[in-house]
């Protein structure tokens, strides 16, 4: 008989008491940081006996509205009188002065497990103010959707920002537990870090949106195989649909003719990556590397079918190039608002953009990380 299923914030308040014993604790939160019975862990706590003195927000702020990319002031929390701090406005890292009443943070944010997806640039930030100012972390650990799925380039050094802060592939399938530790080991930070780890598997409709676009695990799964495509305003991914990041809805002259030659060119392209080319490797519906990719009148829709074979950097990829090749590289990279320097900065390197226009082949530009990704699976959380 399975055991009911616990966050890491049930397991460290059920478990592990002693290590908020007479400390003051802050919070880094937002709207999906709940408990197994769906209460905010921040009520949580509170009603524990935890001696909370602040909270944090992260991208979209503690309460979760605030939209992609938009700052979010500092506020103070109505009914507790403490300060709500934002990491993602004035400043996007706790400053001291932040930290002045604090002796523990808490990090609790659900993340995706993807470079690009600004939780894993918070955390990095929350750890090195833990360790500059002498301050202790623990993560209460959360499932990430992508668990498992490595794939993408590293991000070059000089190119490392908010939205590839942490040295991992582009998809690196590690839980906020597993990637604080692995940051500890690999930036060597001397730091008193500890993870409330969960228990058991949560069922999928336990979901909750962990940004205003990621409304269901579906958004979460599609989501860093077309992200991508936020640097092209041509070509919508949905953010405000009901299919966020499930594929691409056309504001061009591309006609559905088109957007079904770009989906055969997809699926002829990820079949001799994945090493499944047949006499139906055109099959709109057969998987390859994980996903389908089905034409629409005005678009296309993609299926992440199988986890385990997943890549969605090569899909996000596979998808450019066949765009490239139907429409025209002026077209994608030039014309109708085009924003090349946000497809570099999200990807952290500049690379896979210049082998696209060299007309490189999807198995070589694939090819281009897969050392990095061989060695950092080997690396693994510590």
């Not at 938009?70 to 507790?80: F, K, N, P, S, T």
């Not at 990719?293 to 997943?310: C, F, K, M, N, Q």
Request: hydrophobic fraction near 45%.
């Amino acid at each position: 008989m399975s055991l009911p299923f616990q966050y890491g914030v049930d397991v460290l308040l059920a478990e592990h008491g002693d290590w908020l014993r007479g400390r003051r604790v802050g919070l880094v939160a937002h709207a999906a940081s709940v408990d197994a019975a769906g209460v905010p862990s921040a009520e949580r706590l509170r009603a524990a006996g935890v001696n909370l003195t602040a909270l944090f927000g992260p991208e979209h702020g503690f309460a979760g509205l605030a939209v992609a990319g938009e700052e979010v002031g500092d506020a103070r929390h109505g009914a507790w009188n403490i300060p709500i701090h934002s990491l993602y406005g004035a400043t996007r890292k706790p400053t001291p002065a932040m930290l002045a009443d604090v002796d523990v943070l808490l990090f609790d944010l659900q993340d995706l497990g993807v470079r690009c997806y600004t939780y894993s640039a918070t955390l990095r930030n929350v750890l090195e103010a833990a360790v500059e100012s002498h301050k202790a972390v623990i993560v209460l650990d959360r499932p990430v959707p992508l668990a498992g799925v490595v794939d993408g380039p590293l991000p070059d050094t000089q190119l490392m920002s908010f939205v590839a802060a942490i040295p991992t592939p582009f998809c690196y399938g590690l839980t906020p537990g597993q990637t604080a530790l692995w940051l500890r080991a690999k930036l060597n930070l001397d730091l008193e870090l500890r993870v409330a780890p969960c228990r058991g598997t949560p069922p999928p409709e336990r979901w909750l949106p962990p940004s205003p676009a990621i409304r269901s695990p579906a958004h979460a799964l599609a989501y860093p195989a077309t992200v991508l495509f936020e640097a092209f305003p041509a070509l919508d991914v949905g953010r405000k649909t009901e299919h966020a990041f499930q594929g691409l809805e056309n504001h061009t002259e591309l006609t559905s003719k088109d957007w079904k030659e770009i989906c055969e060119v997809v699926s002829r392209q990820l079949s001799v990556v994945s090493g499944s080319q047949t006499n139906e490797h055109r099959s709109l519906t057969t998987d390859h590397c994980g996903v389908c990719v089905e034409p629409l009148d005005t678009g296309l829709r993609i299926r992440v079918t199988a986890l385990e074979s997943y890549r969605p950097a090569l899909v996000g990829v596979a998808l450019a190039q066949a765009v490239q090749q139907v429409w025209g590289a002026e077209n994608l990279w030039q014309k109708h608002g085009a924003r090349p320097e946000w497809f570099v900065q999200l990807l952290g390197t500049d690379r896979v953009r210049l082998a696209l226009l060299a007309g490189a082949k999807l198995a070589e530009i694939g090819a281009m990380w897969e050392k990095d990704v061989s060695e950092f699976r080997r690396e693994g959380p510590r």
